[in-house]
Structures are given as structure tokens and as C-alpha cells.
């Protein structure tokens, strides 16, 4: 609940899924104030979403999708934080991690120069991570903008800030509607499905400090099997694998 | 970060009974608004298209699935700014109403959610679940209003809405050229 407080909440269409935008209004401020804020916070995911979707051939991971081995690719600062974080992630998971999706996991390369493509066949999809990112950097903007609490939800990869208790429902995949499963105040929470041959409708969730790191490691949890695989506790994060209704997930 | 589960395990979880769920964001007018701040007044219509018009849109790859859009015309003084069109489609649980407004020159300015509607079980097909998105609540396991609680889930792919602004799009170009839309 609110707790009485007004919330102004909007979403748009924006990462290939539907975005939700949640202000508690500004106080002192006119109530145009916090609907500019909203604004401004999708403005920030949408410019994201120019620099990093590999369907945007003019974004950064188009143009390295694109380039020939050995070239090096300028990128942005949204794609140094979202990469660097991918690689910590990769070495840390013994390649569990992977935004080239097999294509190449270990051939390319961030340093202060920009981006290096060390084999022509890869390729990077930042599908598994960068919506975490983007989640984080709205909630940077509607704090910016005076913003004291709300949250943002990217598609079910969501976060938190200021002194609100955000009831959190997981979707019934196999037949629809919502189940209440947790409240989460300041904090980021992301779900990511399991392979069909993982069982029927598997999917890993989990909940961390910031969106980002809740979002891949996600794709941890889903590529070993493992709820509590060891790297979820360096990033102060806890995960969780829902079966399918009516089995003990 | 402070995470309080509801349920004490995942198997009561599992149990819960699923409910459905409902936001509703904006109204057309309101979407309007903030769609085009500069306008003075708001004029209704509607796009409505006969079968020729539709076998047209169709032979440029857009189905037309629908035969009729309401339409907001966004005007200062003498000048039109530009529509804004709302149009709904049915994902694989849920049904998105939402508004596109589209420019004099034919840009997309903006896409607004209008409403939001998640249902359990088969319902979402059926024209009286479909019809909760005109008007307000009546049905009893839907919750509108102050819950502010956040769905997780696999990610909801919006390729139905992505479709549908396409669409729109069409239809308005379409409009504009027979006369019927400025």
C-alpha cells in the first residue's frame, strides 16, 4: 500500500516490454512536477535503449555486432558499466555469465580504448542484464528530479527506492493471474525463465540490492540450477527457483 | 534492501489461489494532455474504415483487426497539432489498452499505457472480461485502485502493442490520405 501517500504511476512500451513507472508526488512541488520527472526517467531508458539494443544497428552493440575481428568500438558509459559488470560476472561464474550467448564468451574485451571484438562470430546481446541497468539508472533520474520514493518495473525486472513497502506478485506462467509472494522496500527484484528442458515453466528470481545485479544474476541461478549458488552472496543478493503450481518449487 | 516474503514456503506459494489484476494509468483525455501540452482544445472522432479500406491496409502487410478507433484531434486555434489514437490488444494473459500520438507529419510523438488488465485462466478471451476495459471495475477478483503492487514474472514481451502502434499508424496515414482524418 501507499500508505496514504499519492502515487502517480505510467508505463510505456519501452526494452521490448511494458516499463511502469511509480512516483510518490513531490512534495511542495506542482503535481506537473513529478509527471516531468516520470518523463524524464523514460527519457533516460529509451536514449539506454538507443545505445545498447542489438536492434539498433547504430548502437553500441550493433556497431561491435557488425565490426570484423580485431576492431575496437567506441562505446558509451552506459555500455562500460553494463560490460564492465558482465565481465566481473563472467569470471566470477566460470562463464555461467555469458552475454555473447555461446558465441564467443571470452572474445572481447573492455579497456580504457573502447571495445575489442576478438573474433569475427561474436556477438553481444546485453537482453540479460541491461534492463537491470536501466531499471537502476530511472530510479537514479526520478531521485535527481526530487523524487523522494516509487519504484520502476521493467517487464518483472523491478526496484524499489525511498521508504516505500512495494508488494510483490509473481505471475502464474503455466495459467496466468498473480500471486502475492513478497514485499520489498529499497531494494531490486528480477525473474528470469529456465530452459523448457529445464522442466516445465522453471523460473529463477532474485532479489538484490540493485536491479542490475538482481537481473543477471538471474541468468546464474537459471544456468546452474543453483538458488543459492555462492555468487549471489557477494552482491548481498538471494535467490529463489519456482516450480510450476501445485510441485514443490 | 529489506525483502519480506509472504509465504513461509514456496509450496504455499504454489497453493495460493492466482488473482487477477488490473491498472488503470491514464485516460485518453488525460494521455491527450500530456501528449500535447501546446493544445487548446481536444476535438473526438473516430477513424472508421470500410472493407475496401481494410483490403488496402492489408495489402501493406497490416491486418486491420479492427474496423473503427476513437480518436482524439489536438488543436490550437486554427491549427491541428495532431491525433492521438487508442486501440487495445490481448497478450497471452493480459490486455494493454494504450494510446499513440502521431504528429502532422505522421511521427509517432508518444505511446502512453492507458490501462492494464492480467487475468487467470481463459477469461481474457472472453468479451465480458474484455469489456472491463471500458468503464470500471464490476468483476470481484480484480483489485483497481490504491495496491501499487509490482508483477514479476518471465518478461511480458509487448511485440502485440508494438504491433498494434504499427497499425495505427497505417490507419492514420490511411485516414489522412481519403480525407477523413486532417
Known sequence: MSGGRAVVRR??????????????????????????????????????QQRLSRFVAASDVGRFNAAPAGACIDVGSDARAVLGAAAALRDASDGAFDVTVGSGPRAWRLDARGLHKLADEVEIDLGGIAKGHAVDCAVATLEEHGVAAGWVNAGGDLRAFGDLAVP????????????????IEDGAFATSRCPASHGASRHASVAAPRCLWADALTKVVVASGDASHPLLACFGARGWLHGPPRANG | MRFVLAGTTLAALASAPASAFAVDYLTLEQAAQLMFPDADRFDG????????QLQALEAQGVRGRSAR????????????????VADAVIGKFELISYAVGID????????????????????????????QFVGKTQAAPLRVGD???????ATLS??????GVRRIVAVVALARRNGSLP
Open chain 1, 11 to 48: 508505463a510505456r512500451p519501452l526494452l521490448g516490454t511494458l516499463v511502469e513507472i511509480g512516483a510518490t508526488t513531490i512534495e511542495g512541488a506542482p503535481p506537473r512536477a513529478t509527471s516531468a520527472a516520470i518523463d524524464a526517467a523514460f527519457a533516460r531508458i529509451f536514449a539506454l
Open chain 1, 168 to 183: 510483490l506478485e509473481l505471475r502464474d506462467e503455466e495459467s496466468g493471474g498473480v500471486r502475492r509472494f513478497a514485499t
Open chain 2, 45 to 52: 472522432g473516430e477513424i472508421t474504415l470500410d472493407a475496401a
Open chain 2, 69 to 84: 478507433w476513437t480518436v482524439r484531434i489536438a488543436r490550437h486555434g486554427d491549427a491541428t497539432l495532431g491525433v492521438v
Open chain 2, 104 to 131: 502532422g507529419d505522421g511521427a509517432i510523438r508518444q505511446i502512453e499505457i492507458l490501462s492494464y488488465r492480467e487475468s487467470h485462466g481463459g477469461e481474457i478471451r472472453l468479451p465480458a472480461w474484455r469489456r
Open chain 2, 147 to 153: 495496491d501499487i503492487a509490482n508483477i514479476s514474472g
Open chain 2, 158 to 163: 509487448c511485440t502485440h502493442v508494438t504491433d
